[in-house]
Every structure is written in C-alpha cells, then in structure tokens.
C-alpha cells in the first residue's frame, strides 16, 4: 500500500486531480480544491497517501497534513460514506473544525458540505462520534437535535443562529456551557459568553 509520496507535480488536471511524478513514475493523485491549488506545476510536493483499492479500480487520495488522512480514512468508516463524499467533508471543513461540529452536534455545519442533507447530517453527527478524536467527557453528553435527546442543545444553537451569531462562535460558546442544563439555561450562559466576547 502506498502511504505518502514525494516528486514533482507535473500537472493538474480537472478540478480535483494532480499528476505527481516520482522517481520517473508518473501517479495520479485526487486532491481537494483547496489541496490542488497548492499544488503548482514544476514545483515539489509531499503529499500524505491513502491508497483505495476496489474491485474495478486503485485510486490515489492526497493530503498535504496527516491529520487530514487520518480523518479521511475515519470518515470512510462510517456507514454511507466514501471517498467522494469524504473529501467532499474536509475540502468544506478542516479536521479540527470536523471535531468540532461533532462535538457540538453542529447539523448546520455539516450540512454546508455539498450533497449532504439535514437527516444525513444527523446520522453521521452520531456515527462520527465515537470514531473522531473528541476532548475526554464529550461524546457520553453529545445530544442531535431530532435523534434522541431532549435536543436543548440544537434549541439552543438554532436561537443564536437566529439571532446573527456565526457557526463559528455558537460552536466556541456551546463547548463551554455546562452540558446537560436545561436549554433555557444554556442559552443565558451562551448569551453571556458571545457578549463578553463580542465586547
């Protein structure tokens, strides 16, 4: 199995695919398009690898950070997911961020990524729980809005949104409310925390 791989980028092709030669061998890598933009011709690359081998085809996946490999491979363990809709995921969200949105059951975040819709959403929220790398007493107190729970959590989120805070400071303020509280509590303490911040 390939796992990294270091030459010249000979050229980029298509919105999602770099030509990478090493050592006189030419590989096709499928990159994200933000991967890919890096990824100038003449210039040398290092790209972590992730070889996908079907029964039809051997497929290259690149990565210029092993966190975003390992993320990937992650992600490909959940049920429904492959390696189109994966790098669809980090190429909308780095893996830090993907942490994140799992463990503030973040529904909206994840569904900027394209192709992926509220209920899909919900399901992999609940499935990538238990397989990202999450801060130690979250993943036994994560609730998803609509998948069990009493869903305060997701109340509250939807009322900050609602009221013009951003994905990225509900999701700052929801990591440190006390979880478990009741969602009118929530939303004071997560008030009060955007307000010092804000201020």
Request: aromatic share 4%.
């Amino acid at each position: 199995m390939i796992g990294s791989l270091r030459g010249t980028v000979l050229e980029r092709t298509g919105e999602s695919e770099v030509l990478l030669e090493v050592a006189g061998v030419g590989y096709r890598v499928l990159v994200s398009p933000r991967v890919l933009g890096e990824l100038e011709p003449t210039t040398a690359a290092f790209l972590y690898v992730h070889h996908h081998v079907r029964e039809d085809a051997e497929l290259l996946y690149g990565f210029v950070g092993r966190d975003e490999r390992i993320t990937f491979e992650l992600l490909l363990k959940a049920n429904g997911v492959g390696p189109a809709l994966a790098m669809a995921i980090l190429a909308t969200h780095t893996p830090s961020a993907l942490r994140d949105i799992v463990a503030t059951a973040d529904v909206g975040s994840l569904c900027l990524v394209p192709g992926v819709g509220k209920k899909t959403a919900e399901r992999l929220l609940i499935e990538l729980r238990n397989r990202l790398d999450l801060p130690d007493g979250v993943v036994a107190s994560l609730t998803v809005p609509g998948v069990g729970g009493s869903g305060a959590a997701g109340d509250v989120r939807e009322a900050l949104a609602q009221l013009g805070y951003s994905s990225e400071e509900i999701r700052e303020a929801m990591r440190e409310i006390p979880v478990g509280a009741d969602a009118s509590t929530m939303l004071r303490e997560a008030l009060r925390l955007l307000g010092v911040r804000r201020a």
